[in-house]
């Protein structure tokens, strides 16, 4: 039995409300997309949603008490608190660079979590 749902595609400046009908894991329509990217991003939304993490951890500094930090890549979007558990483990001491991996590899998602500021002390 096909399901419909509105997806709001954020690839590009357009942001379509695209209105997709599908059944199981098949896209069977799409509607409302101005570009090709359309069918990409709601397939991914339906079947297999994921987020890049953005989030703050504690810092041992002389001027800040946290750094920002995130995620590499998207992770499953049903395992982002789960990630976010592991990131809350996380105690830094200055000095840091943008860029320094604090977790490698977090949950075996393939995504590093960086740091996304320096912190020289």
Same mark, same amino acid.
């Given at each position: 039995?096909a ?6 595609c ?22 409302n ?22 989030? *703050? ?14 995620? *590499?890549?998207p992770?499953p ?14 105690r830094?001491?200055?000095?840091i660079?943008r860029?320094?991996i604090?977790i490698?590899?977090v ?8 740091a *996304? ?5």
């Amino acid at each position: 039995m096909a399901q419909e749902r509105k997806i709001i595609c954020i690839l590009c400046p357009n942001c379509c409300e695209l209105d997709v009908s599908y059944e199981g894991k098949e896209i069977l329509s799409i509607e409302n997309d101005r570009c090709p990217r359309g069918l990409e991003y709601a397939s991914e939304e339906l079947f297999n949603p994921a987020r890049t993490l953005i989030t *703050t951890v504690p810092i041992k500094s002389r001027n800040w008490k946290t750094v920002s930090v995130r995620t *590499t890549k998207p992770v499953p979007k049903s395992r982002i608190f789960d990630v976010y558990d592991e990131v809350k483990k996380i105690r830094l001491r200055a000095p840091i660079n943008r860029g320094d991996i604090i977790i490698e590899n977090v949950l075996g998602f393939g995504a590093d979590v960086i740091a *996304t500021r320096t912190v020289k002390e």
